[in-house]
C-alpha cells in the first residue's frame, strides 16, 4: 500500500510567501552586491572590511553588539535572512523535502 503525501507546513510557507519572498530577495542580492555604504572610519570601518572577507562580496553590513561594544559583520546567505524574516524553519524545509522525495520514489516503484 503507498503513503499519503506527507504534510509540508514549512515548504507550504515558502510557497505562499514567493512572490514577495523574490522581491526581498532581489533587494538582498542589491544590497550585498551592489550598495555601498556603512561605517567609513573607525571600528566600524574595520568591522565592514572584515564583512566584506568573510561574505566574498562588497557588502559592508555590520551591527553594534551591545554586550563586546564591537561592530560585528552580519554573515547570512540570502536564504537564511529570508528564512528569518518568513519564521520558515530550514532545518525543516529539508526534512520535508527528503520525505517528498521518499513519497515520489515510493509512487515511481
Not at 523574490?22 to 544590497?31: H, K, P, Y
Not at 562588497?58 to 519564521?87: H, M, N, Q, S
Request: charged share 40%; proline share 5%; hydrophobic share 30%.
Amino acid at each position: 500500500m503507498k503513503s499519503e503525501y506527507p504534510k509540508t507546513p514549512e515548504l507550504d510557507k515558502i510557497s505562499e510567501h514567493r512572490e514577495v519572498s523574490q522581491e526581498i530577495g532581489s533587494f538582498l542580492d542589491w544590497l550585498e552586491y551592489e550598495a555601498e555604504f556603512g561605517p567609513k572610519k573607525g571600528d566600524g570601518r574595520k568591522a565592514a572590511i572584515r564583512a566584506t572577507k568573510l561574505n566574498d562580496s562588497p557588502v559592508k553590513l555590520c551591527i553594534f553588539d551591545d554586550d563586546t561594544g564591537e561592530w560585528e559583520p552580519v554573515v547570512l546567505r540570502i536564504e537564511e535572512k529570508l528564512a528569518l524574516y518568513f519564521d520558515i524553519d530550514l532545518n525543516k524545509v529539508e526534512q520535508e523535502r527528503q520525505k517528498v522525495l521518499e513519497y515520489v520514489r515510493e509512487q515511481n516503484e
